[in-house]
């Protein structure tokens, strides 16, 4: 008997943990209904992409020392370093770099671990070709200066979701110096330092004042 009562009441419990996981997401959907679509129209409008978004990578040729280390982190090896040793100077000779975004998954590995900085992520995600082969971008490709929605005369720079103030669902008509919701990944950062400067100095206080207890 108390096996079966043991069986009910699990068994009511699942039920009722079904039913909320079900509510859940029917919220989620009442919430989108309540919605008005917002269309983009792109290409005369574009979304800003966020801060740290990790678009095409540029490259700086006279910075790269043709280390490597951005072969050595790549998940696949990508980066193409082609140089030479020069016999006289006994020093590598940089002739070319590539890499092909055919291939590349945007990981920041390279970015992250390059010594002389001469990678970094840019916001461009047009990249679209007939041809794979035109995404083995060279060093040329690679140097080009990137496009900017919010520099482009042409295009309408719309802001996304994450960087509208709050309550507001569509980026249209928004004035320039509308807040946004929350704060910026550079905002909190300040923030945290802020904190930890604090921190150290309360504790150089408080050991300040402890090494003139002890002589007292
Ligand atoms: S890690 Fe940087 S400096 Fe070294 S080869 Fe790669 S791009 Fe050049
Ligand atoms: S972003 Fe990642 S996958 Fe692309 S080249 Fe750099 S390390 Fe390799």
């Known amino acids: 008997m108390l096996g079966f009562l043991k069986k009910v009441s699990d068994y009511t419990k699942e039920a009722f943990g079904a039913a909320n996981y079900l509510f859940q997401g029917l919220v989620v959907t009442f919430d989108h209904m309540r919605r008005r679509p917002i269309t983009v129209q792109y290409p005369y409008e574009k979304l800003i992409p966020s801060e740290r978004y990790r678009g095409r990578i540029h490259y700086e040729f006279d910075k790269c020392i043709a280390c490597e280390v951005c072969v050595r982190v790549c998940p696949i090896n990508l980066p ?12 590598k000779e940089l002739r070319n770099y590539s890499i092909d975004f055919g291939v590349c ?11 002389t900085n001469c990678l970094s992520m840019t916001e461009e995600y047009e990249l679209a070709a007939f041809d794979r082969h035109s995404l083995n971008f060279d060093n040329v490709a690679l140097g080009r200066l990137p496009t900017s929605v919010t520099t482009d005369p042409s295009v309408q720079p719309l802001r996304e979701l994450s960087y509208l103030p ?17 704060q910026l990944p550079s905002e909190v950062l300040e923030l945290i330092q802020q904190k930890a400067s604090t921190i150290d ?3 150089s206080i408080k050991s300040s004042n402890q090494i003139d207890n002890n002589k007292e």
């Open 201 to 203: 100095s309360n504790e």
């Open 105 to 115: 998954i945007f990981c920041g590995n390279c970015v992250e671990y390059c010594p």
């Open 166 to 182: 709050q309550g507001v669902m569509d980026p249209h008509d928004l004035p320039q110096n509308a807040q946004r919701a929350g």
């Open 80 to 91: 193409v370093v082609d140089w030479v040793m020069n016999k006289e100077t006994k020093k």
